[in-house]
């Protein structure tokens, strides 16, 4: 079965984590707390115990992260994630990072978290960016768009795919079409792509 690591609903049958506040988590049978960091208030405030034990029936947290263009300032985007980590830390819950222009004060961050797990949505970017987020531990989720960057493709093709996830995010086309587009472009076959994402995707929420 098809994965689809990050979306805001389901699009097709396929094994998705579904980002959602807490009154949607029970719809979902893979669901993940989200408190985007776009939707933070301008101040700080510590989180309320009814978001803490919300995270209970959540398969993850996030999205959660870091986003230099947009929300409150990075100081507050910063104290949120802190806690934010330290509570997923807690319970044992991997996170579902959004991050914009800001990935080494995230790396600075996670570097107080050494035992979670982390996948960065939505990657688009240099090799160079990858290979560091990938050095480090993290999962990294493309959506399609990510693949039109030549350089990108060919590194993936020759570093392999461990760690690497595929997403729908906001877009309407279901999983499969983005996993048949990559295989092509990766050149393989598309069988052995859903089994590697797959494995992926069961290490980072469900580890042995
Ligand atoms: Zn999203």
Known sequence: MATDFHAHRPKSAARTL???????LSRYPLAS???????LPERFEPLSPAFREALND????????????RGPTLTVQQNYLEELLGLAAERHKPVVI????????????LKHFPELRVLFHGFRGKPERLAR???RGLRVSLGRAALNDAALVEHLRSSGLDGIGFETDEAPEPI????ENAAEKLRLPPAELEARTDETFREFCFPA
């Open 58 to 69: 959540a398969a993850a947290l996030g999205e959660i992260g870091l986003d230099r263009l």
């Open 133 to 135: 987020l990938r050095e």
């Open 18 to 24: 579904v980002s959602c506040v807490e009154e949607e």
């Open 33 to 39: 707390l989200e408190l985007h960091p776009w939707k």
């Open 176 to 179: 499969e079409i983005v996993l």
């Open 98 to 109: 959004h991050c914009v222009r800001a990935t080494e004060e995230l790396l600075g961050m």
